[in-house]
């Protein structure tokens, strides 16, 4: 039996040469910080348009003809890292790439989500510079979300454009709507559904060509459970940066 298994199987103290050693119990597992509901929308201009400023320009005007009261500005950002191998082959673990999130309402964290294994973790902000140091993975893409967050009641709204890092180009426009007084993402369905509603009534009298869409996550799959945490918000932005680049066609320039 390894020295370890015993200490398991034994009581929380070892007595060695008549010695008795406090062993400390195993740590609780880290509690992950719980925030308010969250639905990351993108915008799904209809077929044959563009995506523009003037849809966020719409949609900004939008939220304040519903008496949305503006706060500020606010910035996401994303990056898309490979592995600084000359062979993968030669390190099969590793894996072949991963996302790095950056979210506006955790500054001092940083999040990682492993598409092929389902996995999302969390980290100190301070990773990126360790990162860039090692040179192990390196960001081949990288990915801004920027624009105005608004206070609607007990709703939250930031609208904003999606543009890669050192361009002008939009590649996209995604809202995140925030659902302040609940953390159960089943709790608050109901009420986020009826707000999604009267927000595409309201773009609906607005000459803008397209929608914003939700998709449907199984957030399972990523070992998340029903209280909304910021892993939540990095599984979403992933999964619509996918659907982005693989439907929206953007427009030239900004």
Not at 230 to 246: D, E, F, K, L
Request: proline share 7%; glycine share 6%; net charge positive.
């Amino acid at each position: 039996m390894r020295f370890g298994d015993e200490l398991l199987l034994r009581s929380s103290s070892l007595v060695t040469r008549g010695v008795r050693i406090a062993v400390p119990p195993p740590p609780p597992p880290p509690q992950r910080t719980t925030m308010p509901v969250k639905w990351v929308l993108y915008w799904q201009p209809n077929q044959g348009s563009t995506v523009s400023t003037q849809i966020l320009n719409e949609a900004a005007q939008c939220v304040e003809s519903i008496n949305g009261v503006k706060e500020g500005r606010w910035k996401a950002a994303l990056n898309y890292y490979k592995p600084m191998l000359r062979d993968q082959s030669t390190h099969p673990d590793l894996p072949r790439d991963f996302l790095g999130i950056s979210l506006a309402d955790q500054p001092t964290k940083y999040y990682f989500l492993i598409r092929s294994q389902r996995l999302v973790v969390e980290a100190d902000a301070s990773i990126q510079l360790i990162m860039e140091k090692l040179q192990s993975y390196k960001s081949k893409v990288s990915i801004y979300f920027d624009g105005f967050q608004y206070l609607l009641g007990d709703f939250r709204l930031r609208v904003g454009r999606v543009v890669p890092v050192h361009s002008e180009t939009i590649r996209g426009i995604v809202m995140e709507v925030e659902y302040l007084p609940i953390s159960s993402m089943e709790k608050a369905r109901k009420v986020m559904e009826e707000f999604v509603e009267i927000w595409h009534e309201a773009l609906s009298k607005t000459s803008l060509s397209g929608k914003f869409v939700n998709i449907e996550l199984n957030f399972g799959e990523f070992g998340l459970a029903d209280t909304y945490t910021p892993q939540h918000t990095g599984v979403q932005y992933a999964i619509v940066m996918a659907h982005m680049i693989a439907t929206v066609q953007p427009a030239a320039r900004g």
